[in-house]
């Protein structure tokens, strides 16, 4: 089992391609724009798609999903 969906790679790949209108079309089809900044660049608005991408494709079910989290709060815990 994988900790994405089938399908993810090919979403990065086509958020690769898109361009800037359509990445804001993609990012108001998901989860907003609420986490660009004011003056955001195209590669924000990049990063921004990326990171809504991943979100959608994650299955938070998954035993690598639990591994990754686990692993990640006992980072944030170490600091």
């Given at each position: ?26 990012l ?34 998954s035993?690598?999903y ?14």
């Open positions: 089992m994988s900790m994405y969906y089938e399908g993810y790679t090919e979403a990065r790949a086509a958020v690769a391609a898109m361009t800037e209108q359509e990445i804001l079309n993609y108001d089809a998901l989860y907003g724009r609420d986490n660009l900044p004011e003056n955001f660049t195209t590669d924000d608005l990049r990063m921004e798609a990326y990171e809504q991408c991943r979100q959608e494709f994650t299955d938070t079910s035993k690598e639990e591994i990754v989290e686990f692993y990640t709060k006992l980072h944030k815990a170490m600091k």
